[in-house]
């Protein structure tokens, strides 16, 4: 590991802005913001990559070392004030492309109606002025995400080979995904998008992270003052075009014995996970969810959902959650080491960050990471490539999940084809 800078951060209150999103960098945006408040970052005061087996234990080990290694003077002592890091994560280490962590140089915050900025900075370096000012907004990032040739027929042939495979024993479940590519100008300023999935999907996490952008209606884990939040989503339909077909596909999803055991299967995956860290003494106090999912409304689709709560396990860092939780049942199936194997031979390509960990973690061990679905990734070169997918069971059909890959493209889709 490089010898990491001595860094040196200051957290002040501000006046609570008008808008977040407007403070973000045009061209590689660093967000994390629900309802209008979270984080947003600019700049660059150092980043690592990481490659190869463990790239979120590397990076939580590289975290400890920075934070060591930083002064920090926080007037505010709000969940993400302080030192931060963003983070964006390979669904499987065995990708060639490496995760990313980013540390900004400057982070505006909204947390509870209180708002607060963070400027950092090498410890030689001259003091901040503590200032952070919005860039005028440039050309609007605009192009149609199209299937490549022969993406649905690989599709469907690689749904039928997962469901032979589920009823020859081999798995119980797995999640088969498949891409939608396009290309926008390198000029775009990415915000114009972060405003359009805030306005459609405001309920979701609108999340950026080195390239990786999109709304995900699920948080992996949340810790914030020693309290755990998850949520799992798993079991998913389109909603109707009017109020009587949506409330019968919202009954319909309720009731299916397919979704509700993909869901079953996903939530007890996820205790199990947390579980190998929880050190309390008291049963009590550990990790917990829900006996029945609920029905999550989003514009475009109904999904189950549970919610995981509970205290951080002693000694745990959020990264140390994040690792044991991912990948989730949610995004690759059960059991874990033979539905990971199965994905890499059915898709046939990398999914890059895609359903992998992003969020951001601080120094005080706090920490927002969310699974990255209902996005995209965008290169500097203006390539992007979204992937979207859906959880095969015995009881699955091809053409359904072909359908349900569309609906859960359309946030970005949508968000790239109209106008703010």
Sequence with gaps: MDELPQLRVVSRPIDSPAELLQFADARHP????????????????????????????????????LTAATSVDDAVQLPGSGLVAFGSFNFDDRDAAPSHVVVPETIVGLRDGRAFITQ??????????????????????????????????????????????????QLQKVVVARRATGRIRPDADLRHLLYRLEKNYGDTWIYAVAGMIGASPEMLVR????????????????????????????????????????????????????GRLDSHDDPAGGLTASPEPFL????????????????MPAGASPLDLVEALHPTAAVGGTPTAAAMDAIRELEGCDRGRYAGPTGWVSAAGDGEWVVALRGAQFADDGEVVAFAGGG????????DEWLETEVKLAPVRTALETER
């Design 30 to 65: 660093l967000v994390m913001v629900r309802r209008g408040e979270g984080l947003v970052g600019r700049g660059v005061a150092v980043r690592a990559e990481f490659s190869s087996n463990g790239q979120v234990s590397q990076a939580r080990q590289w975290f400890a070392k």
């Design 120 to 169: 950092i900075s090498t410890a030689d370096a001259p003091a901040h002025t503590i200032a952070a000012p919005a860039q005028p907004l440039g050309p609007d990032p605009r192009c149609d995400l199209v299937a490549p040739t022969g993406e649905r027929e690989r599709h469907h042939a690689a749904v039928a080979d997962a469901i032979a495979r589920i009823r020859r024993g």
């Design 392 to 399: 095969i069971m015995a009881a699955s059909q091809p053409d």
């Design 223 to 274: 810790v914030l003052d020693g309290e755990v939040a998850a949520r799992v989503l798993a079991g998913t339909t389109p909603r109707g075009s009017d109020a009587g077909s949506d409330a019968a596909a919202r009954e319909a999803l309720r009731v299916s014995a397919k979704n509700r055991a993909e869901h079953r299967f996903a939530v007890e995956s996820a205790l199990a996970s947390l």
């Design 296 to 311: 999550l409304q989003l514009p475009n689709v109904w999904h189950l959902a549970s919610d995981l709560r509970g205290r």
